[in-house]
């Protein structure tokens, strides 16, 4: 990817987060984020890499707005992350790593889709709306047909298709991929990550490529980013990374793979 000179679409300045468990004298802090610097810009995808417990789902929720840092700055676009959720409907979205997360088992395909342009793009008719759908879906590699269809009727990487389509659908600025593809078989993990960067060569969003799978991270990121225990210990092209790993925990990291 050619670097971009816009402004990040997200952007982390320093921030930590804590929690806390137990009372009195059991009562303990955990710091999940410490200090915690990242951007991402249009058009890249920033791999996370971590073991677990090393702030990794902590990260998305801040980058997401779900989760308020206890300090730091976090903007998204060029401007302080408001949590006002109708503020930023549409412009960020997610996809998990499990479809039925987000797609309800009891309607069809295409209105689990809809649903983010009913909040994002109330100025579009419902007959536009349904058109969008339609048009998402096929760019995604799915017949329009199966609009209709319930997600039962879908195979997984079908299924993680359609979550795509709807995180897509609002034409976002920025999307998380929180493990979007380790319930996958290898075959179809292939299938989604091309996709995903087919699709984001087409509509430039910036993402966060959230992933255990040091081999899917290397195949969809710009770069990489390593936390440890809440410090982000490296940060670095994704060749970079993978040939010549500065932190020792990054080399142990790779010789797992």
Do not use: C
Not at 141 to 166: I, K, M, T
């Amino acid at each position: 990817m050619t670097p971009s000179t816009e402004a990040p679409v997200l952007e982390l300045r320093d921030v930590s987060v804590s929690f806390t468990s137990g009372a009195g004298a059991k009562r303990r802090t955990n710091r999940a984020m410490n200090g915690v610097s990242l951007e991402v810009a249009p058009g890249e995808t920033l791999g996370l890499v971590g073991e677990s417990g090393s702030g990794k789902t902590t990260t998305a929720a801040v980058a997401l707005g779900l989760r308020k840092p206890d300090s730091g700055e976090v903007e998204l676009l060029g401007r302080p992350f408001t949590r006002s959720r109708r503020a930023i409907a549409g412009k960020i979205q997610a996809v998990l790593q499990h479809p039925h997360w987000s797609l309800n088992p009891r309607r069809r395909v295409g209105e689990s889709v809809r649903e983010p342009l009913t909040v994002a793009r109330r100025d579009l008719g419902r007959a536009e709306q349904r058109m969008r759908v339609r048009d998402m879906l096929e760019q995604v590699g799915l017949n329009p047909e199966f609009a209709d269809r319930y997600p039962h009727e879908l195979s997984g990487g079908q299924r993680q298709r359609v979550s795509v389509a709807r995180a897509l659908v609002t034409e976002p600025r920025f999307i998380v991929f929180d493990e979007a593809v380790s319930a996958l078989d290898v075959a179809v993990q292939m299938q989604i990550l091309t996709l995903i960067r087919e699709l984001q060569a087409e509509h430039r969003f910036g993402a966060l490529f959230i992933s255990h799978d040091l081999g899917a991270v290397r195949r969809v990121a710009d770069r990489v980013a390593v936390l440890f225990r809440g410090d982000l210990v490296e940060t670095a092209d994704t060749a970079d990374f993978f040939q010549t790993p500065q932190h020792p925990y990054s080399q142990t990291l790779l010789e797992s793979l």
